[in-house]
């Protein structure tokens, strides 16, 4: 768990180090979606996922059923239909998540282009979480990181013209021409 740095000092001529504790047997993943609604307050909806045996041949990140879990939890939290739009990641384009995802009457999908974060608002959030709760930290272990990352998703939840301007970052509008279906 070697930790982002934002800022580190010392003396004239030494190399600044970091120590960590060591290379972790854990891995966490964790997905998000930036909701918008006009006339509401924007929101994150996350979730985490920690791989404990991810060196034993465990799962090492996010499965089917876990993005169908996050999509779920967000129709309810939101009450409202879907409309996804999200990168062309390979699990994202999974014959099996699509067949689960066709079936629902409440979910819309839209992909972005190749090679384009610059337009997934979510990349935005990230960012803010680098530069916000990891940084300039030596996590003690993947409890101490998720903790770090619910409190940083947290705050980030509780202001929600910070994720205005993840939105506006990427110059996409909730007014947007509709995108091509793929």
């Not at 030494?14 to 998000?32: F, K, L």
Request: charged share 20%.
């Amino acid at each position: 768990m070697t930790p982002p740095t934002a800022r580190t000092c010392s003396r004239r001529g030494d190399t600044p180090a970091i120590t960590v504790r060591g290379p972790s047997q854990r891995r966490i993943s964790i997905a998000a979606l930036a909701c918008y609604k006009p006339g509401a307050h924007s929101r994150p909806t996350y979730r985490p996922v920690v791989h404990p045996h991810h060196k034993t041949g465990g799962r090492r990140s996010f499965a089917r059923a876990d993005y169908r879990n996050l999509l779920i939890r967000a129709h309810r939290q939101l009450g409202r239909p879907i409309v996804l739009v999200w990168d062309i990641l390979n699990v994202h384009r999974d014959r099996r998540l699509r067949a689960l995802i066709d079936a629902q009457d409440w979910v819309t999908v839209y992909y972005l282009p190749p090679y384009a974060p610059q337009l997934n608002p979510v990349e935005g959030i990230w960012s803010l979480l680098r530069r916000r709760c990891q940084a300039d930290t030596a996590f003690t272990g993947p409890a101490h990181l998720m903790r770090a990352l619910r409190r940083g998703l947290r705050q980030v939840q509780y202001q929600p013209d910070l994720i205005d301007g993840c939105l506006t970052g990427t110059g996409l509008t909730l007014t947007t021409p509709r995108l091509q279906r793929q």
